[in-house]
């Protein structure tokens, strides 16, 4: 019986916590960007995955040596996109958000058309 009230009330204080940990997931955006000088190398992956990270809000990044890409998903809350393009800077990249709308996108090879020179 006294496991029985034991696991009952273990059961009802995770409740909650799995409800906090999903609210927090759905306020986030993600931004695709390009750098430049390009990304050649895993150093390069490295230097702006170990230096992004510290932008306030800032919770995954994701880099892609072939389209050339860096997706970061953040708070919007905490952080912005102008905020994130000027840590790129800092760690010497110029940051510029991609015509690719999402790392889907960016497998299938189609451009969002937005009207941008930097669309192909």
Same mark, same amino acid.
């Given at each position: 019986?006294? @496991?029985? *009230? *034991? *696991?009952?009330?273990?059961?009802?204080?995770?409740?909650?916590?799995?409800?906090?940990?999903t609210a927090k997931e759905t306020n986030?955006?993600?931004?695709?960007l390009t750098v430049n000088p390009p990304?050649?190398? !895993?150093?390069?992956?490295? &230097?702006?995955?170990?230096?992004?990270?510290?932008? /306030? +809000?800032? +919770?995954?990044?994701?880099?892609?040596?072939?389209? !050339? =890409?860096?997706?970061?998903?953040?708070?919007? @809350? &905490? =952080?912005?996109?102008? /905020?994130?393009?000027?840590?790129? &800077?800092?760690? +010497?990249?110029?940051? $510029?958000?991609?015509? *690719?709308?999402? !790392?889907?996108?960016?497998?299938? +090879?189609?451009?969002?058309?937005?009207? $941008?020179?930097?669309?192909?």
């Amino acid at each position: 019986m006294n @496991r029985v *009230l *034991l *696991l009952a009330i273990i059961m009802l204080m995770a409740i909650p916590a799995s409800i906090t940990s999903t609210a927090k997931e759905t306020n986030k955006e993600t931004i695709v960007l390009t750098v430049n000088p390009p990304m050649s190398c !895993q150093n390069c992956e490295n &230097k702006i995955k170990s230096n992004i990270r510290f932008e /306030k +809000g800032v +919770g995954k990044i994701v880099t892609d040596l072939k389209a !050339q =890409t860096v997706t970061v998903t953040f708070d919007p @809350r &905490k =952080t912005d996109k102008e /905020k994130i393009i000027k840590a790129f &800077k800092k760690i +010497g990249y110029t940051a $510029s958000e991609s015509c *690719l709308k999402n !790392q889907e996108a960016s497998e299938s +090879g189609e451009c969002c058309r937005q009207e $941008s020179a930097d669309c192909h």
